[in-house]
Each structure stands twice: as structure tokens, then as C-alpha cells.
């Protein structure tokens, strides 16, 4: 089956701390995963996708696919980085399957 | 990237009544666009798959003639929800693929539905 999961609803860090965000994934092909961001009041926008392996506002994800994981990492976070994170799959054609999302809250 | 307009923003109906979302694409020719749906502190649903000039391609579960797709133009798509109830109180979401290559969707700022 295909499948995003996103474990943690929310995630609470003090500005400067490291963050992580997990994303775990189902897929029986070659993946192309993506990280989605919505801060508040805004619509849905791309931050990163695993094929450009780029960094983005600092944010970076690696694809495991022994662990079929693509955490989203950042090693100091900021107040402005507070939004939802999605993770998603590109399953089939252009077709993406999101996972439940994760609420970034970063504190001063 | 592309940038996507929907409109209306947020539409109060009552029950029994058909409710029109448009999604446009404004600088740019889409072929095809995607309506997705998201409940409440939930992720987000693909629904349908809008092809301009043919039929709409919708996801298993989902009620073509409940949700009437119409992709009329390359900058247009429409969701009618048909005879809306309670339950079809929702936020929907429609987004535009500008670059197939790099698969990148770009998003409309979605509509929020409320049924009385």
C-alpha cells in the first residue's frame, strides 16, 4: 500500500534548538518524496523535494530507503519556521499522497 | 511558479443546495489540475484529477456525480458540489502542476465549504 505517515501532530522547540520532523513512507517503487509548507494564514508551497537534494531556509531531508524515512532536519530553528509540514509521495503519474501534516511551533 | 486563484474563499450554503469553487490558473495553460479535499486537523485527499477537455479522473470513493468536475479551459476548472449535506463541509484544495518534470504542484488557497 501507499502510504505517508507522519507520526508526531505537533512538534514544540525553542528558537535555536535542532528540529527534526519525521516522515516515514510505504511505497513498492523508486520514491519521489517532497516536503510541503503552509505557514499560517498562507497556502500549501513546496520547500524541498529529495531529487534536488537542496537546502531550503536551511531545511534539509535525506531519503533512507532502508528506513523508508525522509525526516526533515534543521539544525537551529527559527520562530519564523512555525507552520504545518507535509510530507508527501508521488505515487503514480502525478498523483501525491500526503501524510497528516506536523504543527512546527518554534518558541522564543 | 504558477500562481492559482480560487474563488469563492469560504461559501455558506444550506442543505440541499449546489455549491460552484472555481480554480484558475493565471499565468499559465494547465492541462491539468487536481482538487483535493481536507477535513479538519487531517491531511489532504486527492479527489479528482481535472483534464481539460475530457472528463475528470476521480479517486475511489469519490461520488462523481456528487462532486461534477468541468475543465472547460486551459485556465479553468470548476467544482460543483452537488446537493451538499453536513458532511461535505470541507476545505477544498485545488493545485496546478506547471513544471511535469519536477512534479511540483502549486496550490490555489483552497475553499472552505460550510453546510447548514
Known amino acids: 500500500a501507499q502510504r505517508v505517515t507522519q507520526p508526531e501532530k505537533l512538534l514544540s522547540v525553542f528558537k535555536g534548538a535542532p528540529v527534526e520532523l519525521k516522515c516515514n513512507y510505504s511505497?513498492?517503487?523508486?520514491?519521489?518524496l517532497f516536503w510541503y509548507v503552509q505557514y499560517s494564514r498562507q497556502r500549501l508551497q513546496l520547500l524541498l523535494r529529495?531529487?534536488s537534494r537542496e537546502s531550503i531556509k536551511g531545511f534539509t531531508a535525506d531519503l533512507n530507503k532502508g528506513e523508508t524515512s525522509f525526516h526533515l532536519k534543521k539544525p537551529f530553528a527559527q520562530e519564523e519556521d512555525s507552520a504545518m509540514y507535509y510530507c508527501?509521495?508521488?505515487?503514480?503519474?502525478?498523483?501525491?499522497?500526503f501524510g497528516s501534516g506536523t504543527r512546527l511551533l518554534v518558541r522564543p | 511558479g504558477a500562481v492559482v486563484s480560487q474563488h469563492p474563499s469560504w461559501v455558506i450554503c444550506k442543505s440541499g443546495t449546489s455549491v460552484k469553487i472555481e480554480c484558475r490558473s493565471l499565468?499559465?495553460?494547465?492541462?491539468?489540475m487536481f482538487w483535493y479535499r481536507q477535513f479538519p486537523k487531517q491531511s489532504l485527499m486527492l479527489m479528482a484529477t481535472?483534464?481539460?477537455?475530457?472528463?475528470?479522473?476521480?479517486e475511489q470513493g469519490v461520488e462523481k456525480d456528487k462532486f461534477l468536475i468541468n475543465h472547460a479551459s486551459l485556465t479553468l476548472s470548476t467544482l460543483t458540489v452537488t446537493s451538499a449535506h453536513p458532511e461535505d463541509s470541507s476545505f477544498y484544495i485545488c493545485?496546478?502542476?506547471?513544471?511535469?518534470?519536477?512534479?511540483?504542484?502549486?496550490f490555489g488557497a483552497g475553499s472552505r465549504l460550510t453546510v447548514l
Open positions: 493545485s496546478v502542476l506547471k513544471d511535469t518534470g519536477a512534479n511540483v504542484l502549486t
Open positions: 511505497y513498492s517503487g523508486s520514491p519521489e
Open positions: 529529495h531529487i
Open positions: 508527501a509521495l508521488k505515487a503514480s503519474s502525478y498523483k501525491l499522497i
Open positions: 499565468d499559465f495553460q494547465a492541462t491539468t
Open positions: 481535472s483534464n481539460e477537455g475530457s472528463k475528470a479522473t476521480y
